[in-house]
Nanobody
Framework: VQLVESGGGSVQSGGSLNLTCTHS????????RGWFRQAVGKEREEIAT???????TYADSVKGRFTVSRDKARNTLSLQMTDLRPEDSAMYYC???????????WGQGTQVTVSS
C-alpha cells in the first residue's frame, strides 16, 4: 500500500496550488479519502474528505477555497487550493480509510508555503 503526494511548493498569498495523491497496492474497500495538514507547532487538521458515498466535507478554514476530488481510473486524489493564505502553510498529507472507517494509511506529505 502506497500513497504519494505531489504538487506542493511555495506561492504568494492569493495564489493557487493543486496537490495530487496517487495511491496503489491495495484491493480492500476504501471507506474514506482525505487531506490533512499540520503546521509547525500545531495539531494535525483534517481539511477535506471524500466519503464512501462520494460526498465531501471541508474544514471551515478552507471551505470555499479548497476542492477535493478523485479520479477513479487513475487512482488519484486531488486537492485544488485557491486564494491561499499564509496560515495555509503546512505539511499536507493524504490518507485513506482502508477496510475500516478510520484513517489507517498515510502519505509522506508535501510542503506548502504561502508568503504574504
Amino acid at each position: 500500500v502506497q500513497l504519494v503526494e505531489s504538487g506542493g511548493g511555495s506561492v504568494q498569498s492569493g495564489g493557487s496550488l493543486n496537490l495530487t495523491c496517487t495511491h496503489s497496492g491495495y484491493t480492500y474497500s476504501t471507506y474514506c479519502r482525505g487531506w490533512f495538514r499540520q503546521a509547525v507547532g500545531k495539531e494535525r487538521e483534517e481539511i477535506a474528505t471524500i466519503h464512501s458515498d462520494d460526498s465531501t466535507t471541508y474544514a471551515d478554514s478552507v471551505k470555499g477555497r479548497f476542492t477535493v476530488s478523485r479520479d477513479k481510473a487513475r487512482n488519484t486524489l486531488s486537492l485544488q487550493m485557491t486564494d491561499l493564505r499564509p496560515e495555509d502553510s503546512a505539511m499536507y498529507y493524504c490518507a485513506v480509510c482502508l477496510g475500516q472507517y478510520e484513517y489507517n494509511r498515510w502519505g509522506q506529505g508535501t510542503q506548502v508555503t504561502v508568503s504574504s
